[in-house]
């Protein structure tokens, strides 16, 4: 009975990977996923940081990893395989760009150890880690601010753009919305130093009835 069974084929095929091959396949490609994970939670700047999201990449690198080795041994496999992904469809919603790269990364990674280059693999992650943890929490400039001033009339609109003007470095006036209950002004400014003094300022202005001052990350959503 046992000797029968292994004469069947896919049991040969199986038999005919390393098995040292597969646990240092498996091995390279845990390392590198942890190492992305610590890239990832180091470079992280979102609002949310997402723990199952960073453990994912880890997953999902391993996961590739056995995949391309099994279809890279049996064309069958490769074609099951095809038909199986196309069945599949994904409905998470990436909201960082570069949570898009780090799961590319995961994946192209797991490819790459899948065919054997596992040198390929070591020296590109530590090369696309060193970039993207210079890069990442790399300041262009000034911390960009948006201010959202309140105006009762339009002789307020004015002198609170006049007053945001003279007390900041730029200006970028992002939309402007009317009602009966008066105008809400929304601008984009770059602070002279680090003083919010205008604010109070703008406060004091007659028919300006509400000021705010919020950070953003340069993105602006209607």
């Known amino acids: 009975m046992l000797e029968n069974l292994m004469d069947l084929s896919f049991v040969n095929k199986v038999a005919s990977l390393s098995i040292l091959d597969i646990l240092v396949a498996l091995a390279v490609s845990f390392a590198l996923g942890l190492f992305i994970f610590f890239v990832y939670k180091r470079t992280f700047s979102g609002v949310m940081y997402s723990q199952s999201f960073a453990i994912s990449l880890i997953a ?16 069958i496999a490769a074609l099951g395989m095809v038909g199986a992904l196309s069945i599949v469809r994904f409905r998470t919603v990436i909201k960082e760009p570069l949570d898009l790269v780090y799961l590319f990364w995961s994946i192209a990674i797991g490819i790459i150890i899948g ?45 609170s753009l006049e ?14 919305s009317v009602s009966r209950n008066g105008i809400e002004l929304t601008v984009e400014v770059r602070l002279s ?28 959503y209607m």
């Not at 999902?60 to 064309?75: D, E, F, G, K, P």
């Not at 201010?147 to 339009?154: A, G, K, Y």
């Open 60 to 75: 999902m690198n391993l996961i590739t990893c056995l995949v391309i080795v099994a279809v890279s041994t049996n064309l």
């Open 115 to 159: 065919v054997g280059l596992i040198p390929l693999a070591v020296i590109g992650s530590i090369a696309i880690g060193g970039i993207l943890s210079v890069f990442v929490h790399k300041k262009d400039g000034d911390t960009p601010y948006v201010v959202v001033v309140n105006c009762n009339d339009e002789k307020a609109e004015v002198e």
């Open 163 to 176: 007053l945001i003007k003279s007390r900041t470095k730029k200006q970028v006036m992002k939309s402007k």
């Open 193 to 220: 130093g680090e003083t919010v003094s205008f604010l109070n300022e703008l406060l004091g202005k007659p028919g300006v009835s509400n000021a705010v001052l919020v950070s953003y990350n340069g993105n602006y």
